[in-house]
T-cell receptor, first 117, second 110 residues
Framework: DGGITQSPKYLFRKEGQNVTLSCEQNLNHDAMYWYRQDPGQGLRLIYYSQIVNDFQKGDIAEGYSVSREKKESFPLTVTSAQKNPTAFYLC????????????????FGDGTRLSIL | QKEVEQNSGPLSVPEGAIASLNCTYSDRVSQSFFWYRQYSGKSPELIMSIYSNGDKEDGRFTAQLNKASQYVSLLIRDSQPSDSATYLCAVGDSWGKFQFGAGTQVVVTP
């Protein structure tokens, strides 16, 4: 089945440690996104990528890094510079049509819950 | 700063009644509007997309868009206990980015 796979489901980070969250999709989508969700809040965009080897910062990129070496994969690294990393992290993907004013829907993986040890 | 506003709720709805959810947005050039349902502890799932002014119906769900008033709504007819969830409004800009509201919690009571 086509879909978006995030791993791990739960992750614990120690002080000063970098951790990497995996996101893989087999939907042949060009665009991929990382969001952070805190309790009782909406989704906030961390990074997004519309094409391989290119990505842009979202609204809350500080303390995070990404890469997009393959169309199917968009891993997110939470660095030690992110002082409050405890949150629910969601990866999404969508079809991207450059020059179109109408966005295609984003589809989400099951998420990764990150906590501090 | 682009904003998407929703009433946080909870919105309590008797089983079988209509739930009405509202969303306003600040970016006048927005062209794409989406409603997602999120069960507690789960990821959002797409319910509806709407791009043009007016109503769009899909089963028990109707999305309504009024770009002049910068307002999009979702109606859930014949509400069921399985509709109890948080409903997120998302607005897309011309760069492929979405802004999400904080969500409205809906509780359907038997």
């Amino acid at each position: 089945d086509g879909g978006i796979t995030q791993s791990p489901k739960y992750l614990f980070r120690k002080e000063g440690q970098n951790v990497t969250l995996s996101c893989e999709q087999n939907l042949n989508h060009d665009a991929m996104y990382w969001y952070r969700q805190d309790p009782g809040q909406g989704l906030r965009l961390i990074y997004y990528s519309q094409i391989v080897n290119d990505f842009q910062k979202g609204d809350i990129a500080e303390g995070y890094s990404v890469s997009r070496e393959k169309k199917e994969s968009f891993p997110l690294t939470v660095t030690s510079a992110q002082k409050n990393p405890t949150a629910f992290y969601l990866c999404a993907s969508s079809i991207f049509s450059s020059g179109s004013n109408s966005n295609q829907p984003q589809h989400f993986g099951d998420g990764t819950r990150l906590s501090i040890l | 700063q682009k904003e998407v506003e929703q009433n946080s709720g909870p919105l309590s709805v008797p089983e079988g009644a209509i739930a009405s959810l509202n969303c306003t947005y600040s970016d006048r050039v927005s062209q794409s509007f989406f409603w997602y349902r999120q069960y507690s502890g789960k990821s959002p799932e797409l319910i509806m997309s709407i791009y043009s002014n007016g109503d769009k119906e899909d089963g028990r769900f109707t999305a309504q868009l009024n770009k002049a008033s910068q307002y999009v709504s979702l109606l859930i007819r014949d509400s069921q206990p399985s509709d109890s969830a948080t409903y997120l409004c998302a607005v897309g800009d011309s760069w492929g980015k979405f802004q999400f509201g904080a969500g409205t919690q809906v509780v359907v009571t038997p």
